[in-house]
């Protein structure tokens, strides 16, 4: 996934995408022991699988997003935002739906 996937970075995120052809689209958390402890980082997870969820993702992708630091600090409207731009750049999101807004 990291050597072929492609990348696409924000200020708060860092997204991985690997088409597959496969269903489902899988997708992959990371969130690095620097930024916080155990309950800081499972928060951010949290709040990243939830705005994956609201999103209408295409099948046959392989996708990990990485929290960089600004995503600690961040509400989760603001992480909602970013996931949906990437996705819409890296073209995995259904008919162009999902934009941030």
Do not use: I
């Amino acid at each position: 996934m990291y050597r072929r996937g492609r990348p696409y970075r924000s200020d708060l995120l860092a997204l991985r995408a690997l088409r597959t052809g496969h269903e489902p689209s899988r997708f992959g958390f990371a969130v690095r022991q620097a930024l916080g402890n155990a309950v800081v980082r499972n928060r951010v997870k949290r709040r990243l699988r939830e705005a994956v969820r609201s999103l209408p993702v295409a099948a046959g992708w392989d996708l990990v997003l990485n929290a960089r630091a600004g995503a600690v600090e961040a509400e989760y409207h603001q992480l909602r935002a970013e996931v949906s731009k990437l996705m819409a750049r890296a073209g995995v999101l259904e008919d162009g739906k999902g934009t941030a807004g």
